[in-house]
């Protein structure tokens, strides 16, 4: 049994089970045991992969959809060059190389990342060395101005609460204790004013999810955006609404339990991406799958440039990488790109109007 979970179980056993979101912010946050407090969870070595991560490809495209989204908008400077959960910075870093061949681009930039976990933030530090970088814990920190952000698997990891639908009423998913391990359970039936909408389009004993931090999130992005200017790309696994248990562990590049080993495992669940369009202001693109968002951005052409360069085994992971990251049996149609941008300018390249 892990620290984290005895102490878990001892706060169930004070205070009763827990919500869903709860137990995952005691999991990802908590400063001593929190999985993202305490290590880096990318790569090989690690838990899982990001696309970033399987090819420079990817943040160079979606650097140089911003720096067009920024052309279009008038060049204004200067502006904040944004990112959200940016990992170990590889994102960051390939965009700024790309936007190097935008004239005037990377002079009127001030990067900002929203990074909380400080095993990252070193890693991030490394990747942008030579690069004057502002951290901030939310995303309500980020500057006043026009704002040009990318948040790739950010989402996916901020806590949800799983409510079942019993008549019109719900009852909501929590984790308790059972025979001295964590268990799921439900509470009983109550109204749940922010489902209310949701009664059209579920039936009795269906489950949905809600992400109570993320139409904050996406209100402080799409206000700056609609007041001062920018666009914003979200890209993440999910989809329009939504119904059933999303929550999942990954653990050593393999699915895991959820409850256990908590504080060891990474723990996400399929982003609604309705959610966050109706939590701002700003216009907003309609999904679109990832692998079409990426190959409008060129990535082919991208991707056979690089392979010139290349042969034997180096050949074959490149190779590789284009299809994880653009095919529908990969990433492709999984993972979904969600702009915003300002009412009346044209939405970032590769995206669905």
């Not at 976990?117 to 942008?128: C, F, G, I, V, Y």
């Not at 693109?285 to 990535?299: A, C, D, K, Y």
Request: aromatic share 6%; proline share 8%; with cysteine.
């Amino acid at each position: 049994m892990s620290a984290l979970e005895a102490r878990l179980l001892a706060r169930i056993a004070a205070d009763g089970p827990i919500s869903v979101a709860d137990y995952m912010a005691e999991c990802l946050l908590d400063p001593e045991h929190g999985y993202y407090a305490t290590r880096d969870p990318l790569g090989r070595a690690g838990d899982f992969t990001t696309a970033p991560e399987i090819s420079q490809m990817f943040g160079e495209l979606l650097g140089l959809a911003l720096g067009q989204a920024w052309l279009e908008q008038g060049r204004p400077a200067p502006f904040t060059l944004a990112e959200l959960g940016p990992g170990r910075g590889t994102l960051m870093a390939d965009a700024i190389r790309a936007l190097r061949a935008v004239p005037g681009c990377l002079d009127a930039a001030r990067v900002h990342l929203v990074e909380a976990s400080p095993a990252l933030r070193a890693r991030q530090r490394d990747a942008l060395e030579g690069h004057a970088v502002s951290w901030h814990d939310t995303a309500g920190a980020l500057p006043d101005a026009p704002l040009f952000l990318v948040a790739n698997e950010f989402f996916d990891a901020l806590p949800i609460r799983q409510f079942q639908r019993a008549g019109d009423l719900w009852r909501e998913r929590r984790v308790g204790a059972r025979d001295g391990r964590l268990a799921m359970g439900l509470a009983g039936p109550a109204p749940q004013p922010e489902l209310a909408g949701r009664l059209a389009d579920t039936a009795d004993g269906d489950l949905v999810e809600i992400r109570p931090a993320a139409p904050a999130i996406a209100a402080a992005i799409g206000r700056r955006i609609q007041t001062f200017g920018g666009a914003a790309l979200i890209l993440d696994y999910g989809g329009w609404g939504g119904r059933g248990d999303t929550l999942q562990a990954v653990r050593g590049h393999s699915y895991a339990d959820p409850l256990q080993a908590p504080g060891e495992a990474d723990l996400t669940a399929h982003v609604d991406f309705a959610e966050l369009a109706r939590a701002t202001p700003s216009a907003r693109s309609r999904l679109t799958p990832q692998g079409v968002f990426l190959e409008r951005l060129g990535i082919t052409a991208r991707a056979q440039t690089l392979a010139r360069g290349l042969s034997g085994p180096a050949l074959e992971s490149h190779v590789t990488a284009h299809r994880r990251l653009t095919h529908p049996d990969e990433m492709g149609t999984l993972f979904q790109c969600l702009a915003f941008h300002p009412e009346g300018t044209p939405p970032p390249p590769g995206v669905d109007p």
